[in-house]
């Protein structure tokens, strides 16, 4: 999988989009793969590389000005577009997956249901530890503001904490799983 090949089929070079994507892509990657290694997780390095980058490809059709996209989409769909746009590429449907599962700790269909969020009534919760490694080192970057600056653990609770008590407990979960491997087997 070149994943440079599709998002530069998508986005035009030298363009301040193009920039950000990549920026935030790459600091997500890494994220995911130093909390891999701090957790000595047995993980294929090289897809969660390329799938962290690939994580946001759908963002370009999206209404969200302030991150230079100027397409008629809600932001929201941005992971289920990009799952479809990888689909169309004939990447895997791993990497597809992770497009439409990383959104906040993931989307429940009673949330979309409940909240009328313009997105299918299915869950797009992580389920592999690939899917939810990238989701959970996708909190602790923005692409408004600095994408370069990690944001706090405690600045990324209180932002899950706003979509209610099950996304924060989500997280949670995937933060205990990553980084406090023992205080999560005690859990199940």
Same mark, same amino acid.
């Given at each position: 999988?070149?994943?440079?090949?599709?998002?530069?089929?998508?986005? /035009? =070079?030298?363009?301040?989009? @193009?920039?950000?994507?990549?920026?935030?892509?790459?600091?997500?990657?890494?994220?995911? @793969?130093?909390?891999?290694?701090?957790?000595?997780?047995?993980?294929?390095?090289?897809?969660?590389?390329?799938? *962290?980058?690939?994580?946001?490809?759908?963002?370009?059709?999206?209404?969200?000005?302030?991150?230079?996209?100027?397409?008629?989409?809600?932001?929201?769909?941005?992971?289920?577009?990009?799952?479809?746009?990888?689909?169309? /590429?004939? *990447?895997?449907? *791993?990497?597809?997956?992770?497009? =439409?599962?990383?959104?906040?700790?993931?989307?429940?269909?009673?949330?979309?249901? =409940?909240?009328?969020?313009?997105?299918?009534?299915?869950?797009?919760?992580?389920?592999?530890?690939?899917?939810? @490694?990238?989701?959970?080192?996708?909190?602790?970057?923005?692409?408004?503001?600095?994408?370069?600056?990690?944001?706090?653990?405690?600045?990324?609770?209180?932002?899950?904490?706003?979509?209610?008590?099950?996304?924060?407990?989500?997280?949670?979960?995937?933060? *205990?799983?990553?980084?406090?491997?023992?205080?999560?087997?005690?859990?199940?």
């Amino acid at each position: 999988m070149n994943y440079a090949l599709i998002i530069n089929k998508y986005y /035009e =070079e030298g363009s301040a989009l @193009l920039d950000l994507l990549l920026t935030h892509s790459e600091m997500v990657a890494r994220k995911a @793969l130093d909390v891999a290694k701090d957790a000595r997780l047995d993980i294929d390095k090289d897809f969660v590389y390329q799938a *962290a980058m690939l994580h946001d490809i759908g963002i370009f059709k999206c209404d969200a000005s302030g991150i230079y996209c100027h397409g008629s989409e809600p932001y929201i769909r941005h992971g289920i577009i990009g799952g479809e746009l990888l689909r169309q /590429e004939g *990447a895997d449907e *791993a990497y597809a997956r992770v497009c =439409e599962r990383h959104t906040g700790s993931g989307l429940t269909a009673k949330e979309i249901a =409940e909240t009328g969020m313009p997105l299918p009534h299915i869950d797009f919760l992580p389920e592999t530890l690939e899917e939810k @490694l990238i989701c959970y080192a996708d909190k602790f970057f923005s692409k408004s503001g600095d994408p370069r600056e990690e944001k706090s653990l405690d600045r990324v609770r209180k932002s899950m904490a706003k979509f209610g008590p099950d996304s924060l407990a989500r997280f949670d979960s995937l933060h *205990a799983l990553f980084i406090d491997p023992l205080k999560a087997s005690l859990k199940t």
